[in-house]
């Protein structure tokens, strides 16, 4: 730009130079003035202007020079530099302030942008017309545990579900939205709400647009619920047909012979309070995971409570050739709610003292120091059947059951353990177990302790 400021500066002072010339020469002629006087004039005229344009020439340009290094420098031209371009100075002004709002206007749009899709649960992910990634969010890298440098990477080679990758290829072909349900297996099992879009700026096609919605413990939750209201009704379905059928022996003529008569009741009274026992279970989880259960929180010696909850089995465990033992330091506390705790350690002895046919059953207690803080570790261990390690994760789920004909047959429903993580959990703490099939079970019960 200055080269060819600077040639056109010279091209415009040699014409008016040769136009001047010219000029005087005819001058000179119409005055009748000797024509080697008027050389001679003109010539040093001449001189005396090219000496002063080429000592001015550079005063002229050195703003704009000046000025272009400013601008390729990135920087903002001073106002005196602006004032002495005059118009131009000040056209360069008003385009620069033009362009710095602009350029800021851009950065405030791409930090909330970038902040939005930050925040974003959904997974997103936008792609050239040839598959270059361009976007990418943080949740859309968890979900799909993308690399780092996915910027250089096209969608191909991503490692994208295939059902995701085929609702692009029909947005890109058809130009049209494309949704659906993608079901993934592998490495683990998930369930994605998925949307591509094609991006279409004046009708022409530039990329796409995918969106991924995680749905897997969406539908945990529903067979959650499936599996409640399934076990619920056939939990109740039993116990009202055995009452139905008693009445109905009982109305049938039942009733006149004495002995049948008191069979068939206390048969209706074991059923009824079967009944009753699952309705109580299932109300006392709806309060805990509800929240409304009051806490009544204090020191709780804790050989007191195993004590308590060990006396209540020890009938039980003697009648079946068990030995039951507490192992607790006296002096042991732990803040904590002694009724609820007491709930807990109720149904993990019974659980130990139903399925423990030989042996011994032990509830120990001690502190144990980690890098999450201090405990206070309760530990019911049995020499029972053990537990398969296919059933472990699920075995805390309401209703779940090893073995469904030995759990009735023991009265069980499927909620203790469900109970006592849930009661765990509310108090702080945490709830693990360690089982080996035909060797026994430990269940243990972590519950923080103050820093003393």
Known sequence: MRDWLVNRLALAVSVAIALGFACGLAISAWLKVPFDTAAVLLSTSFV????????????????????????????????????????????????????????????????????????????????????????????????????????????????LPF???????????????????????????????????????????????????????????ERVRRDFVANVSHELRTPIATLRSLAEALLMGGKD???????????????????????????????????????????????????????????????????????????????????????????????AVKYTHQGEITVKAEKIETADGNWVVISVADTGVGIPPEHLPRIFERFYRVDKARSRQHGGFGLGLSIAKHLTESLGGKITVQSEVGKGSTFSIWLPQKRE
């Open 48 to 159: 005396v202007t090219v000496v002063l344009l080429t000592l001015a020439l550079p005063s002229l340009t050195e703003p704009i020079k000046r000025l272009t290094i400013v601008l390729q420098k990135g920087e903002e031209p001073s106002d005196l530099l602006l004032h002495e371009l005059g118009n131009l100075g000040k056209a360069i002004a008003s385009a620069w302030k033009s362009w710095k709002e602009t350029v800021a206007e851009l950065r405030e749009e791409r930090a909330l942008l970038q902040a939005i899709l930050k925040r974003m649960d959904e997974a997103i992910i936008v792609a050239q017309e040839n598959g270059s990634v361009i976007l990418v969010n943080p949740a859309a890298q968890k979900l799909f545990q993308l690399p780092a440098d996915w910027a250089k990477k096209r969608l191909t080679e991503l490692s």
């Open 257 to 351: 012979d004495p002995e049948v008569r008191d069979s068939f009741l206390q048969a209706i009274a074991d059923e009824t309070e079967r009944m009753s026992k699952l309705l109580d279970n299932l109300l006392e989880l709806a309060r805990i995971e509800a929240g409304q259960r009051e806490w009544r929180l204090r020191d709780v010696p804790v050989a007191e409570v195993v004590t308590q909850v060990v006396e209540r089995f020890k009938l039980a465990a003697s009648q079946k050739g068990l030995a039951i033992e507490a192992k607790v330091p006296e002096n042991l506390k732990v803040q904590s709610d002694p009724d609820a705790l007491a709930q807990v350690l109720f149904n993990l002895v019974d659980n």
């Open 163 to 221: 059902g995701l990758m085929e609702l692009a290829q029909n947005a890109l072909r058809r130009r049209v939205p494309q949704m659906g349900e993608i079901h993934i297996v592998h490495p683990e099992e998930k369930f994605l709400d998925a949307y591509a879009t094609p991006l279409l700026v004046n009708g022409q096609l530039e990329g796409v647009l995918l969106v991924a919605r995680d749905l897997t413990e969406l539908k945990r939750l």
